[in-house]
């Protein structure tokens, strides 16, 4: 089945500063990727998403680029505020389209 | 609009005791529902999901069993709870096209600690 990687696990940054959370996943008939972010205490929520027609997605500070011969997507989030500060999981559909396979989650902790 | 219920929120419980979470959506027919674990150091696991009334896959074998009585209504249940059921429990809802034609919906979650 589907397995996703998601590297940090953890990342600090300075406000205004840029971060970029990588994943990378396992079954090539995945085509939908979608960024959840989750606050402390709720269930995630989704920020940004992107099928596997379209190799970059931008909205407003957020942008999702995707790679389907390497098999890997990435979060890139520009200009970070404290409020930015959240666990980030990226995730993949599983072959039938049925269900979302999760990677292990990224700690952000932007700091003033 | 559409919501999702999910109860109860926090739960402690001692070890071999039974546990059922419930999980209600509102404003939508015929929803895709999951189950989804979330414990520390290991991001949100998929547990069971379901395409329609009794209809179950479970993606982990454990000793949790999902149920879907009603259209929109799964319920998370076990007879024994072991120390390593602890975790954060999440219960989504996507339409029932696929995962890939919107987002997945989260409920708040349940907490449970087992003693």
């Known amino acids: 089945g589907e397995n996703v990687e998601q590297h940090p696990s953890t990342l600090s940054v300075q406000e205004g500063d840029s971060a970029v959370i990588k994943c990378t996943y396992s079954d090539s008939a995945s085509n939908y990727f979608p960024w959840y972010k989750q606050e402390l205490g709720k269930g995630p929520q989704l920020i940004i998403d992107?099928?596997?027609?379209?190799g970059e997605k931008k909205d407003q500070r957020i942008a999702v680029t995707l790679n389907k011969t390497a098999k890997h997507f990435s979060l890139h989030i520009t200009e970070t505020q404290p409020e930015d500060s959240a666990v980030y999981f990226c995730a993949a559909s599983n072959q039938a389209g049925t269900a979302l396979i999760f990677g292990k989650g990224t700690t952000l902790s932007v700091s003033s | 609009s559409q919501t999702i219920h999910q109860w109860p929120a926090t739960l402690v419980q001692p070890v071999g005791s039974p546990l059922s979470l419930e999980c209600t959506v509102e404003g939508t027919s015929n929803p895709n529902l999951y189950w989804y674990r979330q414990a520390a150091g290991r991001g949100l696991q998929l547990l069971f999901y379901?395409?329609?009334?009794?209809?179950i896959s479970s993606e982990v074998p454990q000793n949790l069993s999902a149920s879907r009585p009603q259209d929109r209504q799964f319920i998370l249940s076990s007879k024994k709870l072991l120390l390593s059921d602890s975790g954060f429990y999440l219960c989504a809802w996507s339409p029932l096209a696929g995962v890939d034609t919107g987002e997945l919906f989260f409920g708040e979650g349940s907490r449970l600690t087992v003693l």
């Open positions: 379901s395409v329609g009334i009794g209809q």
């Open positions: 992107i099928r596997s027609n379209v």
